[in-house]
Each structure stands twice: as structure tokens, then as C-alpha cells.
């Protein structure tokens, strides 16, 4: 186990927060430590007839368009389940009847605190489409026969889509 000895702020943005600090390892010795402290946020797979309801959206950290789930970060005082509603409607137009929840997940516990709620949707309906001024997203109904064919050749780079599709073909399978 570590604890912390010292920690700083080094970078409090929009989005997250850079921690630097030392830290006491079991054996007594000292370490150095970063650490991106995250809201986190909600994933959803998004069900509609015999289709996964997909985004594909311009991420500039890996400079170029990827497919994903619709996906979105806490705000003060947020529950999951609403927060999944809210991200759905705000970037698919659509709103589910039933939402399914299927676990949490840290997307990279080395140096980030950011958990993130899966969720299944189903029983959708269309409502307007409320995307940020800043997001630019088109949807991609894919077949869930090509999302498994896509899912066994590792097609699917993003980590949360990968677990939320794997997830919702164990559902659908009765695992």
C-alpha cells in the first residue's frame, strides 16, 4: 500500500486535475506519483431493434475520428442513471425506457481516478438531439451481428466501448 506523504495541485482545468506528489511505499521508501484526478462519468450502449447505436466523433488526443458509445462526464450532483439519460438524449436523441446497468470500470488505474458507469439502454425513443456547442458527433447504427464480427477482430479501439459491447453480448446471450 502507499500513502501520500505531500501532494500539490499542479493543474486544476475544465475537465480534470494534475496532482504531484511523494508517497510512502510499504518497504519505508519514497516514490514520486501524478496523479489526474477525474469526475468521471457514464458509458452507455444504446439498443434499438436488432442495432447498437454508435458515435463517431474527431478526438484530438489521438488526432483523428473514432467509434464509441455515447459517453459523458459527471456534473455536480449527478446519479448515474441520470447522468446516462441525460449524455444519451443530449448526444443520440434518443431516450431510453429502460436503462440497465452493468458495472463500473477505471479506465487506466496507473495515474487516473476517473470510474465510469456502463449501462445497457433499451425501449428507446426519439427526442431532439441536444449535442455541446463543441461536439461535432454522427450516429452509426451498426447490426449487432457486425458489432460481434467487429468485436472478434478488434476493431473497436475504445477501451469503455469494447467492455459496454462485450457486456451487452453477454446479456443478450443470457450470460
Do not use: C
Amino acid at each position: 500500500m502507499e500513502t501520500w506523504i505531500s501532494r500539490k495541485t499542479v493543474y486544476d482545468g475544465k475537465l480534470l486535475r494534475l496532482d504531484r506528489g511523494t508517497v510512502r511505499i510499504e518497504d519505508g521508501r519514497e516514490a514520486q506519483r501524478e496523479v489526474i484526478v477525474h469526475p468521471g462519468g457514464v458509458a452507455i450502449v444504446p439498443v434499438i431493434e436488432n442495432a447498437v447505436v454508435l458515435v463517431r466523433q474527431f478526438r484530438i488526443a489521438i488526432g483523428r475520428d473514432i467509434l464509441e458509445i455515447p459517453a459523458g462526464k459527471f456534473e455536480p450532483d449527478d446519479t448515474p442513471e441520470h447522468r446516462a439519460r441525460m449524455e444519451l438524449e443530449e448526444e443520440t436523441g434518443l431516450s431510453p425506457g429502460q436503462l440497465v446497468p452493468i458495472g463500473r470500470m477505471y479506465p487506466s488505474v496507473g495515474f487516473l481516478t476517473e470510474a465510469l458507469h456502463l449501462f445497457l439502454a433499451f425501449d428507446l425513443r426519439e427526442v431532439p438531439a441536444r449535442p455541446e456547442w463543441d461536439e461535432r458527433i454522427e450516429i452509426v447504427k451498426m447490426p449487432i451481428a457486425e458489432v460481434r464480427t467487429r468485436l472478434k477482430s478488434h476493431e473497436f479501439e475504445d477501451g469503455k466501448t469494447r467492455v459496454g459491447l462485450h457486456a451487452l453480448l453477454d446479456h443478450l446471450d443470457g450470460r
